[in-house]
């Protein structure tokens, strides 16, 4: 069952370096807050700038697979 009251939102994740690459990502709109932390891929992530739809963040830690 999916919660109606959930919106989400399709943005761009760049890099603090600006570079061209860029991954598009579906994320829950209550989930990007500046300076707010999340885990994808066993990679952790931090958003440091939202500018709608472009959201910057900065790698943290590459999560080992054991």
Do not use: C, K, W
């Amino acid at each position: 069952m999916t919660d109606e009251n959930s919106s989400s939102v399709i943005v761009n994740m760049h890099g603090l370096l600006g570079e061209q690459e860029v991954v598009q990502m579906e994320f829950e709109a209550e989930l990007l807050v500046e300076e707010e932390q999340f885990v994808l891929d066993n990679v952790a992530y931090e958003i440091v700038r939202i500018i709608y739809p472009v959201v910057y963040v900065v790698i943290l830690d590459i999560l080992s697979q054991t």
